[in-house]
């Protein structure tokens, strides 16, 4: 195990043991124990008390993000030619059908995300092997499979995400970057956990918001007080 840096030390010192945060409070103190040089992404860690391994307690959902997420988000829009002119104008990076879809069979995935339309499907069903494992699959649910392929790309570049709990209940995405201002992170993690509150499943029984955690890429996680999230 590598030894911690001054500054990493320096860091883990302002987060007192045991103590739940508000939002507001670790979203002013994820900046301040981040000792990374690049911008760092912001991420928030839900764990859900919820069984995924039930249909009827699966969570899943998307949200769009007050401030975005401070990435450069690369799409690709699989769509006929009647399309290409609106996925162009609303901001895709790359658009077309049969050369991408022939790219992506020979391994290509550069890319973040990929809006396609209902119609199209059928020919991208034969890709999952490769966007599967990779979280590239467009999906209904997520807007990434639609008629309306302007505004699906215009949606996805100002900041809107998908997420999915994971096998062991836990919800991760990243909400922005460091180099946001502490109200912006904050407004961030808010619409993100108020999101998740949303989508509540019935048959979840119990303490359903179980413990919330916000972190830097490279730092340790603040653990926030679930309570305030809804404090103005």
Not at 177 to 203: C, G, H, M, W
Request: aromatic share 4%.
């Amino acid at each position: 195990m590598s030894k911690l840096t001054k500054n990493q030390k320096l860091a883990l010192g302002k987060i007192e043991a045991g103590k739940a945060y508000t939002l507001k409070e670790a979203s002013e103190l994820v900046k301040e124990i981040t000792t990374s040089k690049f911008d760092a992404s912001v991420d928030v860690d839900v764990r859900l008390g919820v069984d995924p391994r039930k249909a009827n307690q699966m969570v899943r959902g998307v949200v769009s993000l007050p401030h975005g997420t401070g990435k450069q988000v690369r799409v690709l829009a699989l769509c006929t030619p009647d399309k290409e002119a609106e996925a162009t104008a609303a901001g895709a990076d790359y658009v077309g059908l049969d050369e991408y879809i022939d790219k992506i069979k020979g391994g290509w995935t550069d890319i973040d995300v990929i809006i396609t339309m209902p119609s199209i499907m059928g020919k991208i069903g034969a890709l999952g092997r490769v966007l599967g494992p990779r979280g590239l699959m467009p999906n209904p649910k997520s807007g990434t499979v639609t008629n309306e392929i302007g505004n699906a790309v215009k949606d996805v570049k100002q900041g809107k995400i998908d997420f999915k709990v994971d096998k062991t209940g836990i919800v991760h995405t990243s909400i922005g970057k460091v180099s946001f201002n502490a109200d912006q992170i904050r407004d961030n993690a808010k619409e993100f956990i108020s999101t998740l509150l949303k989508l509540k499943p019935s048959a979840a029984k119990g303490t359903y918001i179980k413990s919330i955690y916000l972190s830097s890429t490279m730092s340790a996680g603040i653990k926030i007080d679930p309570k305030s999230v809804e404090e103005n």
